[in-house]
C-alpha cells in the first residue's frame, strides 16, 4: 500500500508561500506609499493655517497657528500686528490658557518684558518695535502625551479692551 506524504516543497505548500509572499508585499507596498504620500501631501506631518482679522483701532492681527500636528513636533505659531503710524506703547497678545498648555515651551522671539494671567488667559507684554510692524514667535512642541485637539483664541488687548480675536481649533493626529 501506497501512502502519499506531502513534501515540504510540495504544490499546496508553494501556493501558501505565493500567497503569503505577496500579502507580504502589498503590505510593504502599502507602508510605502503612506511614506512617500507623506513627502507630498504632508498628511503625517504638521499643517497650519493663517488668520488675520482687522482690530477696531486700525490695526490688523494675523496669527499663524498649527491647524493640525502630531505629539512631540514642533508648530509654527506666530502673532503680527501691524499698526499704521507705529506703537505708542506696549503690546499686548493675550492666549487662551487651555492651549498654550498643552505645549513644551523652547523660546519666545522676542521675549515679552511683562507676563501676567488668570485662569483663562496668559497675557504677554511686549515692548513696542520701530516702525509699525510688530511679529512674535512662539517656539513650542505639542506633548507627547496629547492625543486629542484643543480650541485656542488669540486677543490683541490694550489694557482691559479686546481690540481683536482669532479663534481657532489645533487637531491632533495620533
Not at 504620500?37 to 477696531?56: C, I, K
Not at 486700525?58 to 491647524?67: A, F
Not at 480650541?151 to 482691559?160: H, I, P, Q, S, W
Request: proline residues 7%; aromatic residues 10%; glycine residues 8%.
Amino acid at each position: 500500500m501506497l501512502v502519499h506524504v506531502e513534501r515540504e516543497d510540495g504544490p499546496k505548500v508553494r501556493r501558501r508561500r505565493r500567497i503569503l509572499y505577496g500579502v507580504t508585499t502589498a503590505v510593504l507596498a502599502g507602508l510605502l506609499l503612506v511614506a512617500v504620500s507623506d513627502v507630498f501631501t504632508d498628511s503625517l506631518g504638521v499643517d497650519s493655517a493663517t488668520v488675520t482679522v482687522r482690530a477696531v483701532d486700525g490695526s490688523t492681527l494675523t496669527v499663524e497657528h498649527p491647524s493640525t500636528t502630531r505629539p512631540a513636533l514642533a508648530s509654527p505659531f506666530s502673532v503680527e500686528v501691524v499698526r499704521p503710524g507705529g506703537f505708542d506703547g506696549p503690546i499686548e497678545i493675550a492666549v487662551s490658557r487651555p492651549w498654550i498648555e498643552v505645549w513644551d515651551e523652547n523660546g519666545f522671539y522676542p521675549t515679552p518684558s511683562g507676563e501676567t494671567g488668570d485662569a483663562d488667559w496668559v497675557v504677554w507684554e511686549f515692548d513696542p518695535p520701530d516702525g509699525d510692524r510688530f511679529r512674535f514667535f512662539y517656539d513650542a512642541r505639542l506633548e507627547p502625551a496629547r492625543q486629542w485637539g484643543i480650541d485656542g483664541a488669540v486677543e490683541l488687548r490694550d489694557g482691559a479692551a479686546t481690540l481683536a480675536r482669532v479663534d481657532f481649533r489645533t487637531n491632533v493626529r495620533p
